[in-house]
Every structure is written in C-alpha cells, then in structure tokens.
C-alpha cells in the first residue's frame, strides 16, 4: 500500500517512508600532495613550469644553482686520481731510473768476478809452475769470492727494486682509494640533486617559491598532486560503523563520477567525534561518526581534491 502510494506525487513527497535511504557515509576527496624541495639549502636558478602544469614523470621542474657542487666533484675527481696513482707506484715498485742504477751495479759486479776469475786462473797456473807465491795464489782465490758475492748482492738488490710495496702499505692505499671514489661519488650525487624533477605524472598545483629565492628541505619550491594520488575521507555514524573494516569495498556516488566507481576502506578509526563542519547539516550535525578512509579502485583521475562524495557499502554479487 505504502509503494502504491509512493507513486502518487502530492503523497508521496509528504512520505518520509518514500524518501530514499541515506547513504552509508558522506565525506570528501583529499588530495595527497607531493613538496619538490632541495635536499640542501641552496638559491633558485630557474624554474621550467608555472601553476597548473601538467607535468610527466622524471620531467625537469627546478634547476638550482650548482656552482658548489661543480667546485666539489672537480675537487674530488683530482683527489681519486692522485691517490690512484699513488697506488699504482706502490704497486710498481721502484721507478725505471732507480732499476737502471742497480743494474748497472750488476753488470760491473759480474765484470768484476769474471776478471778475478781470470786472475785466479792465471795465478794458479803461475803457482803451478813455482813462478807465484801461496800468498799471490790466495789472494786471487779470495777476490773471487769477493767479486762473488758482490754480484749476489746486486742480484737480491735488483729482485728487492722490482718487487711492490709491502703489502699493508698497498691495502692502506687501496682503502684510500676506495674512500676517494666514495666521496667522487658522493659529490656527482649532490651535483645531480641540483636539478628537481617530477616523481611521477601530475599536476603542479602550487608554486612557493620563485628565481633568486632561498630553497631548501623545510622551505620546498613547489607542490604538485600526482596522478590518482587522491583517497576518500568519509565519515560513518555511530550505528553503521560495525560493517565495515579495512578491505571493504564501497561503491562512491559524486557528481561526474562514472556510475561503479569503487574504493576500498585502507583505514578505520577506533574512536568516534562529532560530525565535522565539513559535511555538517541540521539533521547531523549532533551525531557521532567514525573517520574511515578509502582507495579509489579505478577513476582516480576524475576525483578531485575537495570534491565531495558519499558511498554505500558493495552487495556480495552486485
């Protein structure tokens, strides 16, 4: 009977009963917004967009001055080069002009026993005829064995010449250069940082600071709102709270939104408050309601930050 009369204009609109059923939750569109700032404090050289860009991913936003930082990747790159080449010496062992000393030493040691060979040959031959003394005889025997050991000693001299660096003086060395590339490194990072680039797809919704101005990681230069990066800040009465939680899906109605938007729950409140001024009116504005927030599933780029929306929990098999 109640439908039959629902029909009927003039009744119908008198009905409280024909009216139709609330929605689970009434809340708005909340923007996550992204601040480009510089990682250290440092002037504005340029700027490449304005507000309201539309702006892709890894595009160049904010060029900052780099004269610093070009200053300390020259000064680094120099500092890697000098101690690699320290480490190269050590590894060599000793320069070419030294080792050509030394074996110069050699050629004249073993001229020198190839001589008292001779002489001692001679001698023997001198003795054996009993033309030369026992004393002449060693004498010869012992400039051999001089000349002997002097070639020996500028062998071991020349085999110490080519050898390297100890081996704790060429791993201190490597270390040293190890932390050199490090800082070389360091340095063409902070040099890359000068230029600001978008993170991903978006809009620029704010420009905070403009040329000549001072940036820095507590004073960003611009904002901008990636794309999708919107959630759902609904708020839910006291009474249907119980049927929802995290995972659910909802099915949002707004103006312009394609009909089977959907957004699933990402947060619910444990504590209740009073209605906020935002979605106050006169039949709610006493009620208690939890703050829930949600996803949106898909049409993400067609909810805009502010906008409001209200949403009903999704039937199984709807």
Excluded at 232 to 248: C, D, F
Excluded at 258 to 264: D, I, L, N, R, V
Excluded at 287 to 307: M, Y
């Amino acid at each position: 009977m109640a439908s039959l009369l629902c029909t009927l204009p003039l009744i119908g609109a008198l009905l409280a009963d024909c009216a139709p059923p609330p929605p689970l939750a009434t809340g708005y569109v909340e923007g996550e917004y992204v601040l480009i700032a510089p990682i250290t404090n440092v002037r504005i050289d340029s700027l490449s967009v304005r507000r309201g860009d539309r702006v892709v991913k890894d595009q160049q936003l904010v060029t900052l001055e780099k004269r610093d930082a070009e200053i300390a990747l020259a000064g680094a790159d120099a500092g890697l080069a000098r101690l690699e080449s320290q480490l190269a010496d050590l590894q060599q062992g000793r320069r070419p002009a030294e080792i050509a000393v030394i074996e110069a030493a050699l050629s004249s040691a073993r001229a020198q026993l190839v001589e008292a060979e001779r002489e001692a040959s001679r001698q023997q031959d001198l003795f054996a005829r009993r033309v030369s003394t026992q004393a002449q005889l060693d004498a010869a025997n012992t400039a051999v064995l001089v000349a002997s050991a002097g070639v020996t000693e500028g062998e071991a001299n020349l085999a110490v010449a080519r050898l390297p660096a100890r081996p704790d003086q060429i791993a201190a060395a490597e270390a040293a250069v190890a932390e050199a590339r490090a800082q070389l490194s360091a340095a063409q990072w902070q040099l890359d940082k000068r230029i600001l680039s978008a993170p991903n797809n978006g809009t620029v919704t704010e420009i905070l600071r403009n040329q000549g101005e001072l940036a820095g990681p507590q004073a960003p230069v611009l904002e901008m709102l990636p794309e999708g990066a919107v959630k759902l800040r609904l708020y839910v009465p006291e009474i249907a709270i119980s049927s929802i939680r995290p995972g659910s899906i909802l099915t949002v109605n707004c103006d312009g939104c394609a009909s089977g938007t959907e957004a699933t729950v990402t947060y619910v409140s444990d504590s209740p408050e009073f209605t906020p001024p935002v979605i106050y009116s006169l039949e709610n504005r006493q009620k208690l309601v939890f703050l829930i927030e949600a996803e949106p599933n898909s049409d993400a780029h067609i909810l805009k930050p502010g906008q409001i929306v209200d949403v009903d929990l999704k039937k199984d098999g709807s």
